[in-house]
């Protein structure tokens, strides 16, 4: 579900942005959050943001920022997409997944 450049989960120098992915069943409302090891919200990449069905929908990516675009420090954060569908509000994805950000 979440991506680097090289296909893995670890953010460095090299390879500095993480790109959520997921596929969607159903036309839906998405919420992207990233979270700090003890589960506050560091950064919201969107905000029940519509997308329409289909395979391999990819986010602008993660660069292991804060809301107010600063760099955070080294460490493991989460990712959670929140999809919610567009017809009744039914949840269809709601997924964590870890990623480390390195030096």
Do not use: C, F
């Not at 989960?9 to 997921?22: F, L, Q, W």
């Not at 959050?33 to 990449?45: E, F, M």
């Not at 905000?47 to 069905?53: G, H, Q």
């Amino acid at each position: 579900i979440l991506h680097s450049s090289s296909g893995r989960r670890n953010m460095t120098e090299k390879d500095p942005v993480a790109y959520p992915s997921y596929y969607l069943t159903d036309d839906a409302y998405v919420t992207i959050t990233a979270y700090d090891i003890k589960g506050r919200p560091v950064a919201v990449l969107l905000d029940k943001a519509w997308r329409p069905a289909g395979q391999n929908i990819k986010e602008d990516g993660w660069a292991g920022t804060n809301k107010n675009k600063k760099k955070l420090g080294v460490g493991l954060y989460y990712i959670r997409i929140l999809a919610k569908r567009a017809s009744d509000g039914k949840v269809i994805i709601d997924k964590y997944s870890k990623i480390v950000v390195a030096k």
